[in-house]
């Protein structure tokens, strides 16, 4: 048993390894959102997961992963609703490996995605700030979510809030680059104009 704890490990470990390069290399939201999910499900074998970003007040989850392939969703969570009011509460993990008797699952949610066990991990920027939330539902077989993969999924969360920071600074350059390319074709229509006029 101990050595099938360590072959484990290093596979997590592996896995870990490998999406934390390939993560910090991706530019967009939607794609480093995906890329962790897929990546989280294969570290701790679970059935299915999914991320969602902070956006306004709310947590928004776009994507469903679930036995390979995604779906689109459309939920948005405000504060103090279902599980993410745990999250965003504490901005800490929480896990449930008996999700019917957790009262921060809403019963609706267990339902329609049939959650047994769930482990949510908040992804926080370096200043403690929630930039997000990985939640995977339903290891497979029956197995159970526990210390070790949490640990595995805090560090994919850290890389991927690297990612978030990096790609929200890349969003904010383009925007101002944008604004100061909108300013000059606004100033030189202006001198084309007053020139038109002094000319006539």
Request: glycine share 6%; hydrophobic share 40%; aromatic share 6%.
């Amino acid at each position: 048993a101990q050595e099938e704890g360590l072959i484990r490990r290093d596979y997590q470990l592996e896995i870990l390894s490998r999406t934390s390069q390939h993560i910090n290399a991706i530019l967009e939201v939607p794609t480093i959102l995906r890329t962790m999910t897929a990546a989280a499900i294969e570290l701790v074998d679970a059935a299915a997961g999914t991320a969602g970003i902070v956006s306004g007040d709310g947590l928004v989850f776009s994507e469903y992963h679930k036995e390979g392939k995604i779906r689109p969703i459309d939920y948005t969570f405000k504060p103090g609703e279902g599980l993410c009011a745990c999250i965003t509460k504490t901005l800490k993990t929480h896990i449930s490996n008996d999700a019917a008797h957790d009262n921060c699952v809403p019963l609706n949610i267990r339902e329609l995605f049939g959650i047994n066990s769930i482990v949510d991990i908040p992804i926080l920027n370096r200043e403690g700030k929630l930039l997000g939330c990985l939640e995977l539902h339903n290891k497979k077989e029956g197995a159970q979510f526990d210390a070790q993969d949490v640990f595995m999924l805090q560090g994919l969360a850290a890389s991927t809030a690297i990612a978030l920071e990096n790609a929200n600074m890349l969003i904010q350059r383009n925007k101002a680059k944008e604004a100061l390319s909108w300013q000059k074709e606004y100033y030189e229509n202006l001198l084309n104009e007053a020139n038109v006029y002094m000319e006539v």
